[in-house]
């Protein structure tokens, strides 16, 4: 079993970037499920059910929607074990911008796109700075200069991370990023884990610094998702 966690901005392009990879994942034979993490509304699990894509959608509501992956997080790579995937992909908006859904020893991916601004990449922080891969989208709405100066800020805030330039239309891009994916190593367990950076103060065990993963570790406001429901 291996896992994948993706964030980045709302509309830079990431369920686009994972449906083209999975296409290219499975191409190998490879069996993937996805849990997308987002705050109030989602209507990606209607674009993974056209694509065949196993999904799952857990909606934080009034809570950080990166507090509720943490959550969730294990349950969900139980989920994903339960079915037999190979792979496990998590989706995440990654709201506040301040947090960071990216797990030590867990390959983590932040998209984020051209049209955002050449300012953006200093804005995001440990979601973009902490990243394994920096997958950029919409290069082919902007000129060659723009998408050099744009690259060139993702590295001053992410030097170590790895850029990958992808069409979220055409996919372009996505079978290198699929032959990424595919070399990330498996996991049975994420008890025990660490988180790759702290969370903001606020009202449970990872607001006030906490970073294992575990029930044990939960104390104060949690909230988890159903996935012995309705298939």
Known sequence: MRLVTVAGPPSSGKTSIIIKTIEELRQKGFTIGVVKFDCLSAQDEELYSAHNIPVKTGLSRGLCPDHFFVSNIEEALRWAKEKKFDFLITESAGLCNRCSPHIKDVLAICVIDNLSGVNTPKKIGPMLKLADIVVITKGDIVSQAER????YRVRQVNPRGMIVQINGVTGQGSFYL??????????????????RFTMPAALCSYCLGERKIGDDRQIGVSKLVNFRGDE
């Open 178 to 195: 699929a032959k990424l994916v595919e070399k990330t190593s498996t996991i049975e367990t994420l008890q025990g884990a660490t988180l």
């Open 148 to 151: 050099e100066v744009f690259a």
